[in-house]
C-alpha cells in the first residue's frame, strides 16, 4: 500500500533501538504510541456491499477495505475498547476518497469531539497528529471526491492506553492473618515494548451442538416500552457487559435481514431482526443455528410453464438427438452432445429472459439510507437541545437540506434569533449550521414525534433534500411511468416507517394495482377507512386513484383539522393535489416547488448487498 512500509520499519526501528537502549528502555516506551485499532469492532454509517464492511479496515490486510454508500455524510468508527491517548490517526484510502472529513473521539460513541478535520482532502495515505484522550474514534467525511462511496483500505489509530488502576491495599483481617503478616500486592505490569492491547477477555464458551455453519444468533423482540431492545441492553444481557455492543454490531454487519434491510446504525434495530453474538454469549433466548436471513421472493406460479406447455426449445433439441446418438460414430456423438448443451443453454437464456419480463414488482419497503438519517436525526436533537437551553420555542420546519458540511432548515414560519451554533437566513426563513458542530453538540433525548413525516426525497445538484409530508395539508400525487413511481413509493413507505424519528405510523393501502408490502394493510374502498380518518396519531394512506369528488370533500375537511396528522398520497395524477410529484424512468424526481433530485441515488445501497 501507498507509503505503508515507513511506519513499519521506523516502529522495528523503534523497537530495536529501545531493546539496545538497556534498562532505561522500557521506561521510555510506555510514552510510545502503539497500535490501538488492529482488529477492534467497527462500525459504520452504511456499506456499498457486504464484502466491504467496515471491519475491513481494521483487519490489518492491505487486500480488503471498506466501502461506504454512495451519499454523503459517511462514517466509520473503531472501538479501541479502553480508553487511550489517541495520538495519531493513520488513513490509507482507495481512489474513491474524501474530500472533506473530520477525525472525532468520543468515551460513549455518541457525543463526539474534533480532534481534526479537513476540508482539502486529496486522497493517497495520510498520516495525522491528534491529542485526545476517550475509547472510540471516528472519521467522518461530509464530501467525496466523486459519485463513488468513500473507500480506506486501512484505518490506524496509534496511541497510549491509559494505565490500569493499581489495587487499593486492603488492611488485613485478624482472623485471617497474623498482625506480623506484611500486606501483599500485585505486581506492577511491566511495558517492555510497545504491543497490540489485548482483546476484551471473554467468558467461558457454552458447549453446543448444531449442524454445520450453526451461530449464536438472537431476534430482537421489543423492550418494557413496547419499542425494539437496544443493542447495548442485549450485549449486557447475553454478554455481561453493556459495553461489549459493537462485537455484535461487527458481527451482523452486511448480513440482510428477514425484511430484506441491512443494520448499520447499531442504535436502529427493527423487531424481528437477527443478530449474531459472539460464542461466550449465554442466557435464555439465544439460539444456536443457521443464521436465517432475507429470503427473495419466489417467482409467481405463472411464470412456470405447464406440463402442457409446448416444449421448449432445448427439451426438442435433446429428444432428437437422444434417439439418433446411440447409432452415430463416437466423434458424432460428442459433436451432438456439444450441440445439445449449446441449444439447452439457449433455452435456458430464453426462458429466464422470459421469466424476466414477467417478473413482478419488487413489493417490500426498500430500507433509508441510514448514514443521512443519523446525521438529520443527531441534528435535529441538537437543535431540540439547543432551543430548550436557551428558552426558545422548536421551530416548525418543512424541509431539511445537507449541502455539502452544512445542514439547513427551511422553517415553516420565520423566526430569530437562533440558538448556538445556528444561524440565521436575512429572511428568517431559514436556519443553517455546519455538520461538524452539530454531530458534536448536546443532543436532546426527548420525542421527534414533531418530525415524524420528515422523507428524504433524493440528492439535488447541490446536496439531499427531505421535506415534511405533514406540511402538504392535502393530497400528495405521485405520477410516472408504473414501475418509476412504484419504486418512489416504496422508498417514500420506508423513509415514512423506518426512520429514527419515525412513529411506526399505520400504513392503509386502498385500490388495486399497488405494491404489496407486508407492513401494510390493504383495502378495497376509501369507504373501509374513512370512518377511522379521525384526528390523532394518524398513518399514511394510499390511494391507487384520485378520489372521487366526494372523496376529496371527505379528505378536505380532515384537513382543515390542524391535528389531523395522516398523509395521503395518490400514485397517479391528481388534479386536487395540493403538491405534485412525477417519477421518470430516468430516476430523477420532480415537483415544480423543490429541486430535481435523483430518487435512484440511494438504490446502489439497496441493490450493493444483494
Given at each position: 500500500?501507498?507509503a505503508r512500509?515507513v511506519?513499519v520499519?521506523?516502529t522495528?526501528?523503534?523497537?530495536?533501538a529501545?531493546?539496545a537502549a538497556?534498562?532505561?528502555a522500557?521506561?521510555?516506551a510506555q510514552?510510545?504510541p502503539?497500535?490501538?485499532s488492529?482488529?477492534?469492532?467497527?462500525?459504520a454509517?452504511?456499506l456499498?456491499?457486504?464484502?466491504?464492511?467496515?471491519?475491513?479496515?481494521?483487519?490489518?490486510?492491505?487486500?480488503t477495505?471498506?466501502?461506504?454508500?454512495?451519499?454523503?455524510p459517511?462514517w466509520?468508527?473503531?472501538?479501541l475498547?479502553?480508553?487511550?491517548?489517541?495520538?495519531?490517526v493513520?488513513?490509507?484510502?482507495e481512489?474513491?476518497?474524501?474530500?472533506?472529513?473530520?477525525?472525532?473521539i468520543?468515551?460513549?460513541?455518541?457525543?463526539?469531539r474534533?480532534l481534526?478535520?479537513?476540508?482539502?482532502g486529496?486522497g493517497?495515505?495520510d498520516?495525522?497528529?491528534?491529542?485526545?484522550t476517550?475509547?472510540?474514534?471516528r472519521?467522518?467525511?461530509?464530501?467525496?471526491?466523486?459519485?463513488?462511496?468513500n473507500s480506506?483500505?486501512?484505518?490506524?489509530v496509534?496511541?497510549v492506553?491509559?494505565?490500569?488502576?493499581?489495587?487499593?491495599?486492603q488492611?488485613?483481617e485478624p482472623s485471617t492473618r497474623?498482625p506480623?503478616a506484611?500486606?501483599t500486592?500485585?505486581?506492577?505490569?511491566?511495558?517492555?515494548?510497545?504491543?497490540?492491547p489485548?482483546p476484551?477477555?471473554s467468558?467461558?464458551?457454552p458447549?453446543?451442538?448444531?449442524?454445520?455453519?450453526?451461530?449464536?444468533?438472537?431476534v430482537v423482540?421489543?423492550?418494557?416500552?413496547?419499542?425494539?431492545?437496544?443493542?447495548?441492553?442485549?450485549a449486557g444481557?447475553?454478554?455481561g457487559?453493556?459495553n461489549?455492543?459493537?462485537e455484535?454490531?461487527?458481527?451482523?454487519e452486511?448480513h440482510?435481514?428477514?425484511?430484506?434491510?441491512?443494520?448499520?446504525d447499531?442504535?436502529t434495530l427493527r423487531?424481528?431482526?437477527?443478530?449474531?453474538?459472539?460464542?461466550d454469549?449465554?442466557?435464555?433466548?439465544?439460539?444456536f443455528g443457521?443464521l436465517?436471513?432475507?429470503?427473495?421472493p419466489?417467482?409467481?406460479p405463472?411464470?412456470?410453464?405447464?406440463p402442457?406447455?409446448?416444449?421448449t426449445?432445448?427439451?426438442?433439441?435433446?429428444?432428437?438427438?437422444?434417439?439418433?446418438l446411440p447409432?452415430?460414430?463416437?466423434?458424432?456423438?460428442?459433436?451432438?452432445?456439444?450441440a445439445?448443451?449449446?441449444?439447452a443453454?439457449?433455452g435456458?437464456w430464453l426462458?429466464?429472459?422470459?421469466?424476466?419480463?414477467?417478473?413482478?414488482?419488487?413489493?417490500?419497503?426498500l430500507?433509508?439510507?441510514?448514514?443521512?438519517?443519523?446525521?438529520?436525526?443527531?441534528?435535529l436533537?441538537v437543535?431540540?437541545?439547543?432551543?430548550?437551553?436557551?428558552?426558545?420555542?422548536v421551530?416548525?420546519?418543512?424541509g431539511?437540506?445537507?449541502e455539502g458540511?452544512?445542514?439547513?432548515l427551511?422553517?415553516?414560519d420565520?423566526?430569530a434569533?437562533?440558538p448556538e451554533?445556528?444561524?440565521?437566513?436575512?429572511d428568517?426563513?431559514?436556519?443553517?449550521?455546519?455538520?461538524?458542530s452539530?454531530?458534536s453538540?448536546?443532543?436532546s433525548e426527548?420525542?421527534?414525534?414533531?418530525?415524524?413525516r420528515?422523507v428524504?426525497?433524493?440528492?439535488?445538484?447541490?446536496?439531499?433534500?427531505?421535506?415534511?409530508?405533514a406540511?402538504a395539508?392535502g393530497?400528495?400525487?405521485?405520477?410516472?411511468?408504473t414501475r418509476?413511481?412504484?419504486?418512489?413509493?416504496r422508498r417514500?413507505l420506508g423513509?415514512l416507517?423506518?426512520?429514527?424519528?419515525?412513529?411506526?405510523p399505520?400504513?392503509?393501502?386502498?385500490?388495486?394495482?399497488?405494491?404489496?408490502?407486508?407492513?401494510?394493510?390493504?383495502?378495497a374502498?376509501l369507504e373501509q377507512?374513512a370512518p377511522?380518518l379521525?384526528v390523532?396519531?394518524?398513518?399514511?394512506?394510499?390511494l391507487?386513484?384520485?378520489p372521487?369528488?366526494?372523496?376529496q370533500?371527505?379528505?378536505?375537511?380532515?384537513?382543515?383539522a390542524?391535528?389531523?396528522s395522516?398523509?395521503?398520497?395518490?400514485?397517479?395524477a391528481?388534479?386536487s393535489?395540493?403538491w405534485?410529484?412525477?417519477?421518470?424512468?430516468?430516476?430523477?424526481?420532480?415537483?415544480?416547488f423543490?429541486?430535481?433530485?435523483?430518487?435512484?441515488?440511494?438504490t446502489?445501497?439497496r441493490?450493493?448487498?444483494?
Amino acid at each position: 500500500m501507498r507509503a505503508r512500509a515507513v511506519p513499519v520499519l521506523l516502529t522495528v526501528m523503534g523497537t530495536a533501538a529501545g531493546l539496545a537502549a538497556g534498562p532505561e528502555a522500557p521506561a521510555a516506551a510506555q510514552d510510545d504510541p502503539v497500535l490501538l485499532s488492529q482488529g477492534r469492532p467497527a462500525v459504520a454509517s452504511a456499506l456499498e456491499r457486504p464484502e466491504h464492511a467496515a471491519r475491513f479496515a481494521v483487519d490489518g490486510d492491505g487486500q480488503t477495505r471498506w466501502s461506504s454508500a454512495f451519499s454523503d455524510p459517511q462514517w466509520i468508527w473503531v472501538d479501541l475498547q479502553q480508553r487511550a491517548e489517541v495520538r495519531r490517526v493513520e488513513i490509507d484510502w482507495e481512489v474513491a476518497h474524501s474530500t472533506a472529513y473530520s477525525v472525532e473521539i468520543s468515551d460513549d460513541a455518541e457525543s463526539w469531539r474534533v480532534l481534526w478535520s479537513t476540508g482539502a482532502g486529496d486522497g493517497g495515505a495520510d498520516s495525522i497528529p491528534v491529542d485526545g484522550t476517550g475509547r472510540y474514534v471516528r472519521v467522518y467525511s461530509t464530501a467525496r471526491n466523486g459519485t463513488a462511496g468513500n473507500s480506506i483500505w486501512e484505518l490506524r489509530v496509534l496511541g497510549v492506553p491509559e494505565p490500569e488502576p493499581e489495587p487499593q491495599e486492603q488492611e488485613p483481617e485478624p482472623s485471617t492473618r497474623p498482625p506480623s503478616a506484611a500486606p501483599t500486592r500485585q505486581p506492577e505490569p511491566t511495558r517492555s515494548a510497545p504491543a497490540v492491547p489485548a482483546p476484551t477477555p471473554s467468558r467461558p464458551v457454552p458447549e453446543r451442538t448444531g449442524p454445520p455453519g450453526s451461530v449464536v444468533y438472537y431476534v430482537v423482540g421489543k423492550g418494557a416500552d413496547g419499542k425494539p431492545e437496544k443493542l447495548n441492553d442485549i450485549a449486557g444481557r447475553f454478554l455481561g457487559d453493556r459495553n461489549r455492543w459493537p462485537e455484535i454490531a461487527e458481527l451482523t454487519e452486511g448480513h440482510r435481514q428477514p425484511d430484506g434491510r441491512y443494520m448499520t446504525d447499531p442504535r436502529t434495530l427493527r423487531t424481528g431482526w437477527v443478530l449474531k453474538l459472539p460464542k461466550d454469549a449465554a442466557g435464555k433466548g439465544l439460539r444456536f443455528g443457521p443464521l436465517p436471513g432475507f429470503e427473495p421472493p419466489r417467482p409467481s406460479p405463472s411464470a412456470s410453464p405447464s406440463p402442457s406447455a409446448t416444449p421448449t426449445v432445448a427439451a426438442v433439441a435433446v429428444e432428437r438427438a437422444a434417439v439418433r446418438l446411440p447409432g452415430a460414430p463416437v466423434w458424432f456423438a460428442v459433436g451432438g452432445a456439444l450441440a445439445v448443451a449449446a441449444l439447452a443453454w439457449l433455452g435456458t437464456w430464453l426462458l429466464r429472459r422470459r421469466r424476466t419480463r414477467q417478473e413482478p414488482f419488487d413489493d417490500s419497503l426498500l430500507r433509508t439510507d441510514t448514514s443521512a438519517a443519523w446525521t438529520v436525526d443527531r441534528s435535529l436533537r441538537v437543535l431540540m437541545a439547543a432551543c430548550e437551553r436557551d428558552g426558545l420555542d422548536v421551530p416548525g420546519v418543512t424541509g431539511v437540506f445537507i449541502e455539502g458540511g452544512s445542514l439547513r432548515l427551511r422553517l415553516t414560519d420565520p423566526a430569530a434569533p437562533a440558538p448556538e451554533p445556528w444561524a440565521v437566513s436575512d429572511d428568517g426563513q431559514s436556519w443553517a449550521a455546519a455538520l461538524a458542530s452539530l454531530q458534536s453538540g448536546t443532543a436532546s433525548e426527548g420525542s421527534t414525534a414533531r418530525f415524524a413525516r420528515l422523507v428524504n426525497l433524493g440528492m439535488s445538484e447541490t446536496g439531499r433534500v427531505l421535506v415534511d409530508f405533514a406540511a402538504a395539508r392535502g393530497v400528495i400525487s405521485l405520477d410516472g411511468p408504473t414501475r418509476a413511481r412504484h419504486e418512489v413509493l416504496r422508498r417514500w413507505l420506508g423513509e415514512l416507517t423506518g426512520n429514527p424519528w419515525s412513529d411506526d405510523p399505520r400504513v392503509v393501502m386502498v385500490g388495486n394495482g399497488l405494491p404489496q408490502p407486508e407492513q401494510a394493510e390493504h383495502l378495497a374502498g376509501l369507504e373501509q377507512v374513512a370512518p377511522e380518518l379521525e384526528v390523532g396519531r394518524g398513518g399514511v394512506l394510499v390511494l391507487s386513484h384520485a378520489p372521487t369528488a366526494a372523496q376529496q370533500d371527505l379528505l378536505a375537511t380532515r384537513f382543515a383539522a390542524p391535528e389531523f396528522s395522516w398523509v395521503v398520497i395518490v400514485l397517479g395524477a391528481a388534479p386536487s393535489a395540493r403538491w405534485r410529484f412525477t417519477a421518470g424512468d430516468d430516476g430523477w424526481l420532480r415537483s415544480g416547488f423543490l429541486p430535481e433530485v435523483r430518487y435512484d441515488e440511494q438504490t446502489a445501497v439497496r441493490r450493493g448487498g444483494e
